[in-house]
Nanobody, 120 residues
Framework: QVQLVESGGGLLQPGGSLRLSCAAS????????MGWYRQAPGKQRELVAS???????NYADSVRARFTISRDNSKNTVYVQMNSLKPEDTAVYYC??????????????WGQGTQVTVSS
């Protein structure tokens, strides 16, 4: 099996910065796409940013130019640097990964989520 463990959430004031990390472990041959999603109370889960194994990235319009996604393939870890945070960024942030576990098998795995609260 594969586990994704997130860290770095917290409470901070508007305009602040935070970096989230998500490390994958377990039976991993390689990881294709990795991404961050978020879910605010009463809203659907939405994509924040994603990154391919070759470094190609994609961002939600609401976070473009404020958030930066990156990954360390040697550590099976994905990061998101969040700057100029706004109250509307408040949500539970989840990472996911498309993991190749055998020659013929790939699956999507999710982390447990980490709370980010932006409030004055």
């Amino acid at each position: 099996q594969v586990q994704l463990v997130e860290s770095g959430g917290g409470l901070l004031q508007p305009g602040g910065s935070l970096r989230l990390s998500c490390a994958a472990s377990g039976r991993i041959i390689s990881i294709d796409a990795m991404g961050w999603y978020r879910q605010a109370p009463g809203k659907q889960r939405e994509l924040v940013a994603s990154i391919l194994s070759d470094g190609g990235t994609n961002y939600a319009d609401s976070v473009r130019a404020r958030f930066t996604i990156s990954r360390d393939n040697s550590k099976n870890t994905v990061y998101v640097q969040m700057n100029s945070l706004k109250p509307e960024d408040t949500a539970v942030y989840y990472c996911n990964a498309e993991v190749i576990t055998t020659r013929f098998s790939r699956s999507i795995y999710w982390g447990q989520g980490t709370q980010v609260t932006v409030s004055s």
